[in-house]
C-alpha cells in the first residue's frame, strides 16, 4: 500500500514538474482569467470574452484594469473602421444603381463615420491620460466616457433608421449585424472603461496636484 502510495506522489511530482507552467503560458492563463472575470461587468459576456481573448497577447504580466480599457477601446475602433468600410462600399453599389434605399445607407453612415471619429477622439484622450494622469483624470475620463456613448448612440440611431425603411433583405441584415455587433463591442469598452475609471478615481483623489 505504502508502495503504491510512493508511486502515487511520484507520479504526482513528475506531473507537477512537467506542468510547471512556462511564464509566458501562466502570463496568458492569468490574462485569460482576468478577462473572463472583468467581462462579467458587461451586458454582452460571451461577446466580451470572444473579441478580448484575441488580444491576450497584448497584456504585460501585471494585467491592469487600465490595460483592458485600452485594449478594449481599441477594439471598437477597429470595428467600428471595418463597419465603415463596409457600409461605404454598400453606400457606392447603391449609388450607382440609383437604389432607393440609398438614402437611408447614406444616413447609416453618417452616423458610423461620427462614431468612428468619436472614438479615435477616445483614444487620443486616453492617451493624454497616460501623459498628465493624476489630477487631470477626472476631466478626460468623463471626455471619453460621452464620446464612447455618443458613438454607441450613432450604431443605435443607424440601425432605429433601418428598421422602419424597406431595403433590400441581405444587404439590410448584414449592415445590422455589423452594426450591432458595433454597438455592442462599444457597450462593452464603455462597461470596461466605466471601471476602471471607478477604480482610479478613489485611488488618486487625494494625491495633490503636481
Ligand atoms: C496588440 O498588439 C499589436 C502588436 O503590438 C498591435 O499592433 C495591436 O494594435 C494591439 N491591439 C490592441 C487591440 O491593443
Same mark, same amino acid.
Not at 470595428?79 to 457600409?87: D, F, G, K, P
Not at 444616413?107 to 486616453?126: R, S
Not at 494622469?133 to 448612440?153: K, L, R
Given at each position: 500500500?505504502?508502495?503504491?502510495?510512493?508511486?502515487?506522489?511520484?507520479?504526482?511530482?513528475?506531473?507537477?514538474?512537467? %506542468?510547471?507552467?512556462?511564464?509566458?503560458?501562466?502570463?496568458?492563463?492569468?490574462?485569460?482569467?482576468?478577462? #473572463?472575470?472583468?467581462?462579467?461587468? %458587461?451586458?454582452?459576456?460571451?461577446?466580451?470574452?470572444?473579441?478580448?481573448?484575441? &488580444?491576450?497577447?497584448?497584456?504585460?504580466?501585471?494585467? @491592469?484594469?487600465?490595460?483592458?480599457?485600452?485594449?478594449?477601446?481599441?477594439? /471598437?475602433?477597429?470595428? !467600428?473602421? /471595418?463597419?465603415? !468600410?463596409?457600409?461605404?462600399?454598400?453606400?457606392?453599389?447603391?449609388?450607382? @444603381?440609383?437604389?432607393?434605399? &440609398?438614402?437611408?445607407?447614406?444616413?447609416?453612415?453618417?452616423?458610423?463615420?461620427?462614431?468612428?471619429?468619436?472614438? @479615435?477622439?477616445?483614444?487620443? #484622450?486616453? #492617451?493624454?491620460?497616460?501623459?498628465?494622469?493624476?489630477?487631470?483624470?477626472? =476631466?478626460?475620463?468623463?471626455?471619453? #466616457?460621452? =464620446?464612447? /456613448? @455618443?458613438?454607441?448612440?450613432?450604431? $443605435?440611431?443607424?440601425?432605429?433608421?433601418?428598421?422602419?425603411?424597406?431595403?433590400?433583405?441581405?444587404?439590410?441584415?448584414?449592415?445590422?449585424?455589423?452594426?450591432?455587433?458595433?454597438?455592442?463591442? %462599444? /457597450?462593452?469598452?464603455?462597461?470596461?472603461?466605466?471601471? &476602471?475609471?471607478?477604480? &482610479?478615481?478613489? $485611488?488618486?483623489?487625494?494625491?495633490?496636484?503636481?
Amino acid at each position: 500500500m505504502a508502495k503504491i502510495r510512493n508511486s502515487f506522489i511520484l507520479l504526482l511530482v513528475i506531473f507537477s514538474v512537467a %506542468t510547471a507552467k512556462h511564464p509566458a503560458i501562466r502570463r496568458r492563463s492569468r490574462a485569460r482569467a482576468f478577462i #473572463e472575470f472583468q467581462c462579467q461587468a %458587461t451586458l454582452y459576456q460571451d461577446l466580451c470574452v470572444r473579441c478580448l481573448s484575441n &488580444y491576450i497577447a497584448n497584456f504585460t504580466t501585471t494585467q @491592469t484594469h487600465e490595460q483592458l480599457a485600452h485594449i478594449a477601446l481599441k477594439v /471598437s475602433l477597429s470595428r !467600428a473602421q /471595418s463597419t465603415r !468600410a463596409y457600409v461605404t462600399e454598400v453606400a457606392k453599389q447603391l449609388k450607382q @444603381t440609383k437604389a432607393k434605399d &440609398y438614402r437611408a445607407v447614406e444616413d447609416c453612415l453618417d452616423q458610423i463615420n461620427d462614431g468612428v471619429d468619436q472614438l @479615435t477622439n477616445c483614444i487620443k #484622450e486616453v #492617451e493624454k491620460i497616460k501623459e498628465n494622469g493624476g489630477s487631470e483624470f477626472p =476631466w478626460h475620463a468623463s471626455n471619453v #466616457e460621452t =464620446w464612447m /456613448s @455618443t458613438a454607441q448612440s450613432d450604431a $443605435s440611431i443607424c440601425i432605429d433608421g433601418f428598421s422602419g425603411r424597406a431595403i433590400g433583405g441581405k444587404t439590410k441584415a448584414m449592415i445590422k449585424a455589423k452594426v450591432l455587433n458595433l454597438e455592442q463591442v %462599444t /457597450s462593452i469598452s464603455l462597461a470596461l472603461f466605466n471601471r &476602471y475609471a471607478a477604480r &482610479y478615481r478613489p $485611488s488618486h483623489a487625494t494625491k495633490p496636484k503636481v
